[in-house]
């Protein structure tokens, strides 16, 4: 499989150099110039990690299978605890993909934890020396995820940003408590754009490059603008496929729907990617919070960042430029020169219209729906009372705008957190009095509903904060720099 640059056509680079490069040069995202066609029914029997081998062996032609298979093993066995792809079943023909098993307790990790072992490949595949330096612009998940990911990974840097007052502060403790030595976390002034912004331009800054490279230094980039992130997103569409079909649920052949709470597009574009590759997935339904830019996009074909940015208790989908919508618009449009122009344009103005054609492409593939913090706590609540059903505050607006498109099909809602990330905002949604104190209200949580508070987060309690400083979004080359 190879791989073209959104912005420029004549680009053509392995899978390896994707991964290991993660942004084209002139700032377009990789993306396979074709879709590989899979059947389905030699996939419906497999487990997870074999499920994951088939996939991902589609879209990185030039690592070995064999490689593929014992990094799939490696990862989706024992981090998971054995419940990689767990389908909940929630209420009639309505499921809940939970991908919150992983170490970090977001669904960020079914990627995270693999790409270490895809960079250090590739790396060997090109005959690539150099230290890497991974920048990691984040809203809260895709930070901690990255951190435990890439830990004392021989010949590996990483620095993460994150907006200051953007994270729950579990997210946050999560990050400053991050042990390693190959590892910096900055809190970075603004709001996650600002941060994604400032990562991007370190990315595309000629002078920057030129200095790491004196020092035998290399970017590369964890956020999902990095086709490494995507391609294993892909294999948990098939596998909750596989379970419903395997139940009766649905018969091989026949839709199932889906619903992403979304914020850089990445989770959904995987699924998207999944029915390019032909698992029948009938709607795909892009949830969005207050900031819900991509709502408006779907009805109008118009994108329009120039709003006001509110900071939600979906904190991780608090994004305005949706990076991986690019990616969309390459393969919908077939035009780099388009996509370029629509770039442009959001980059100058802030805004951008696709053609007429585009727009009907983009509506027959997707529905979009949104909720606001109070829409999405009386979701909350009525999945816990009226289904016993406890979810996050980012898996709660895509319940409402699930239940907003239900149709024939089952509907599968993707989980993305541990209601444990979050337990202020969840214990208020439930109509409870929320302890100031994160970890009390982690207790009480627990006390309320039975469930129990993942370790992995009961435990930041008594880690010691590594990690205070505060920069300005002009800072992030200049730190970048320092780390290498
Ligand atoms: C990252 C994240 C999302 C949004 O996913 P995208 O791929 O950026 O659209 C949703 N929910 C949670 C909990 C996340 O961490």
New binding site residues.
């Given amino acids: 499989m190879e791989y073209t640059s959104t912005r420029d056509a004549s680009r053509r680079v392995s899978a390896a150099l994707a991964i290991a490069q993660g942004l084209s040069d002139e700032g377009g995202l990789f993306v396979p110039v074709s879709f590989p066609r899979v059947e389905l029914a030699p996939l419906l029997g497999l487990d997870y990690p074999a499920l994951a081998a088939v996939v991902l062996s589609q879209y990185l032609t030039d690592y070995d299978p064999a490689f593929l298979r014992a990094a799939a093993d490696a990862v989706y066995g024992s981090a998971f605890g054995g419940r990689a792809g767990r389908l909940a079943p929630v209420s009639e023909g309505v499921y809940s993909l939970e991908l919150?098993h992983g170490p970090t307790c977001?669904?960020?990790d079914y990627a995270l934890q693999l790409m270490p072992r895809l960079l250090v490949e590739a790396k060997q595949l090109l005959h690539r020396t150099e230290t890497t330096l991974v920048l990691v612009a984040t809203?809260?998940?895709?930070g901690k995820a990255a951190l435990a990911g890439y830990q004392d990974l021989e010949g590996v840097r990483v620095a993460v940003f994150y907006p200051t007052g953007g994270t729950s502060e579990i997210q946050r403790l999560q990050m400053a408590t991050q042990e390693g030595n190959n590892l910096a976390v900055f809190a970075v002034r603004g709001n996650f754009d600002d941060a994604q912004t400032g990562v991007k331009r370190a990315f595309t800054d000629p002078r920057l490059a030129a200095d790491l490279a004196a020092r035998g230094v290399r970017l590369s980039s964890a956020n999902?603008i990095n086709f490494g992130r995507l391609a294993p997103?892909i294999v948990y569409y098939f596998c909750a496929y596989a379970q419903l079909a395997k139940q009766g649920a649905v018969q091989p052949g026949q839709p199932v729907d889906f619903c992403?709470?979304?914020?850089?597009?990445?989770?959904?574009?995987a699924g998207w990617y999944a029915r390019q590759m032909g698992l029948p997935v009938g709607r795909l339904v892009c949830a969005s919070n207050q900031n819900k830019v991509l709502t408006d996009f779907f009805a109008t074909g118009r994108y329009d960042a120039r709003r006001e940015f509110y900071k939600t208790e979906?904190p991780?989908?608090d994004?305005l430029v949706?990076s991986?919508l690019e990616r969309l618009l390459w393969h919908l449009s077939g035009s780099d020169a388009a996509v370029r122009g629509w770039m442009e344009q959001l980059a100058g103005t802030g805004a951008y219209t696709v053609s007429e054609e585009v727009k009907a492409k983009l509506q027959a593939d997707f529905a979009a729906g949104c909720a606001t913090d109070a829409e999405a706590a009386a979701e909350l609540r009525r999945r816990y009372e009226q289904d016993g059903y406890l979810c996050?505050t980012?898996?709660a607006v895509a319940f409402k705008a699930a239940r907003e498109q239900r149709g024939k099909a089952p509907m599968v809602v993707l989980s993305?957190?541990s209601p444990f990330?979050f337990p202020r905002a969840v214990l208020t949604a439930l109509g409870k009095e929320a302890p100031a104190d994160d970890f009390a209200a982690m207790q009480a949580l627990q006390q309320l509903t039975g469930a129990e508070a993942p370790a992995a987060l009961a435990g930041l309690k008594q880690k010691p904060v590594r990690f205070t400083q505060v920069i300005e979004p002009g800072e992030i080359s200049g730190v970048t720099l320092a780390q290498g």
């Avoid at 809203?139 to 895709?142: L, R, V």
């Avoid at 992403?260 to 574009?269: A, C, E, Q, S, Y």
Wanted: no cysteine.
């Fill in positions: 919150w977001a669904f960020k809203s809260g998940d895709t999902s997103q992403v709470p979304t914020g850089n597009f990445g989770d959904i574009l979906s991780s989908m994004i949706s991986n996050d980012h898996t993305t957190a990330k």
